[in-house]
T-cell receptor, first 112, second 117 residues
Framework: GNSVTQMEGPVTLSEEAFLTINCTYT??????LFWYVQYPGEGLQLLLK?????DKGSNKGFEATYRKETTSFHLEKGSVQVSDSAVYFC???????????FGKGITLSVRP | GAVVSQHPSWVICKSGTSVKIECRSL??????MFWYRQFPKQSLMLMAT?????????EQGVEKDKFLINHASLTLSTLTVTSAHPEDSSFYIC?????????????FGPGTRLTVL
């Protein structure tokens, strides 16, 4: 079956620090990969996505590259802000009905 | 982008009562919607796939008689937690896929916090 593994959290960084959140996956077929963000008290929002190998998704300064050879989709940002404090979920989808499989999520806290 | 709403945003009920949660796609039609459950500081667990005009498909281990799903129209799916107990207290989230190009992107509702006393 499909599964997504995220690094253990929580993560606490100072403002303007570099961020990496690791995500690896196992899947049958050719999955699409996603990062979702959940701000405090809100629902999930799509942050970025990649639908095939070597694609790079990017949004709001965040980037992630679909690496088929290492089955990874690590999230990076060069300089985090306090407003980036949230829970980040890595996810994948296969098949026509787009059913998502989520990782456990990781809480990011950014200090001023 | 597409918008998905949920109602209510939070509900408190007594043990043994039933609670209905609505999920609506506001500006698009969704023949399929998904219901998730999220425990504190944990990931989203897919409970079931709601199918317009037919029975829902439940994930393994989810009691279909406990969590009744009705997808009565192309914009509305409801989840009813029957005879709720404290262990049903959780954050329930729905999502609906919306076609953008060749891929169905999922849009999530803001969630419903259920507390069973």
């Amino acid at each position: 079956g499909n599964s997504v593994t995220q690094m253990e959290g929580p993560v606490t960084l100072s403002e303007e620090a570099f961020l990496t959140i690791n995500c690896t996956y196992t899947a049958t077929g050719y999955p699409s990969l996603f990062w979702y963000v959940q701000y405090p008290g809100e629902g999930l929002q799509l942050l970025l996505k990649a639908t095939k190998a070597d694609d790079k998704g990017s949004n709001k300064g965040f980037e992630a590259t679909y690496r088929k050879e290492t089955t990874s989709f690590h999230l990076e940002k060069g300089s985090v802000q306090v407003s980036d404090s949230a829970v980040y979920f890595c996810a994948l989808a296969t098949g026509a009905n787009s059913k998502l499989t989520f990782g456990k999520g990781i809480t990011l806290s950014v200090r001023p | 982008g597409a918008v998905v709403s949920q109602h209510p945003s939070w509900v408190i009920c007594k043990s043994g009562t039933s609670v209905k949660i609505e999920c609506r796609s506001l500006d698009f039609q969704a023949t399929t919607m998904f219901w998730y459950r999220q425990f504190p500081k944990q990931s989203l667990m897919l409970m079931a796939t709601s199918n317009e005009g037919s029975k829902a498909t439940y994930e393994q281990g989810v009691e279909k008689d406990k969590f009744l799903i009705n997808h009565a129209s192309l914009t509305l799916s409801t989840l009813t937690v029957t005879s709720a107990h404290p262990e049903d207290s959780s954050f329930y989230i729905c999502s609906a896929p919306w076609t953008s190009g060749f891929y169905n992107e999922q849009f999530f509702g803001p969630g419903t916090r259920l507390t069973v006393l």
